[in-house]
């Protein structure tokens, strides 16, 4: 037997109802929003497709898809090329002027590790940045080889630190603060991975590299140019 609601009752249960669908719908937002993008690179070498992990390291993908969308990328060049290590762009045009960026992007590279992000292995794309940790803006590389020593390093808990092992050194109690704000530790944040066009990110670190404009080395004698970048998704 069907039992009516009194009109308050009813008020009250349509209200929680709808606050519930409501909450349901803000624990399935981020979700939603965490869906890997893809980006094609379209370069004179070839397209590379890059899928993106805003999961992973929300802010530098966010950072990444704007500069796309702004069409920073296109007409870029790929300025930095060493055969056994990675291959690096999105900041100079094709006489070598560095394009003018946005502030920085918060470096996410441990959080990105701690959700079980990836690291800086073959296939991978992370930023690039100076020594400054918090310095990445519009550059990023593409790992050609497994790069270790590129990746963040979690600190252990506990404060201090009882033992923490770098490089072969061993520290012993060492202020938290003092490991967490150690520019040798935050590595590169790679925030996503070539899943098409690997073919021709080989074929661009093979390609011959001397002298160009203001870099005396590892610049392809042949300028590579990312034509266009778009949003595949």
């Known amino acids: 037997m069907t039992h009516l609601l009194p009109r308050a009752r009813a008020r009250r249960h349509l209200i929680n109802g ?3 669908m409501a909450s349901l719908c803000a624990a399935w937002a981020p979700a939603m929003a965490a869906d890997p993008v893809r980006v094609k690179l379209a370069t004179s ?9 805003p999961d992973q390291a929300p802010k530098t993908v966010e950072n990444f898809v704007q500069y796309v969308k702004d069409k920073h990328y296109d007409g870029t060049v790929f300025h930095r090329v060493i ?7 999105g900041g100079f045009d094709t006489g070598y002027v560095q394009k003018k960026t946005r502030s920085p992007v918060a470096h996410e590279g441990r959080e990105a590790l701690a959700k079980g992000g990836m ?47 770098y490089q072969g050194r ?22 996503g991975k070539v899943i098409a066009g690997m073919d021709v990110v080989n074929k661009i670190k093979a390609t011959p590299t001397g002298a160009g404009g203001p870099f005396p080395s590892d610049v392809p004698k042949t ?11």
């Open 18 to 20: 709808a606050l519930a």
């Open 45 to 53: 070498a070839g397209d590379i497709t890059l899928e993106l992990h």
């Open 83 to 89: 055969e056994n290590f990675m291959v690096q762009g």
């Open 119 to 165: 690291r800086n292995v073959v296939g991978t794309v992370a930023m690039a940045r100076t020594n400054d940790p918090q310095s990445a803006s519009s550059q990023f590389f593409i790992n050609v080889k497994d790069n270790a020593f590129l990746d963040p390093v979690v600190i252990p808990p506990g404060d201090p630190v009882p033992k923490f092992e």
């Open 170 to 191: 061993v520290y012993e109690n060492t202020p938290r603060a003092a490991l967490m704000s150690a520019p040798q530790l935050f590595g590169y944040t790679v925030f």
């Open 223 to 233: 300028p590579i140019l990312i034509n266009k970048a778009t949003l595949e998704n």
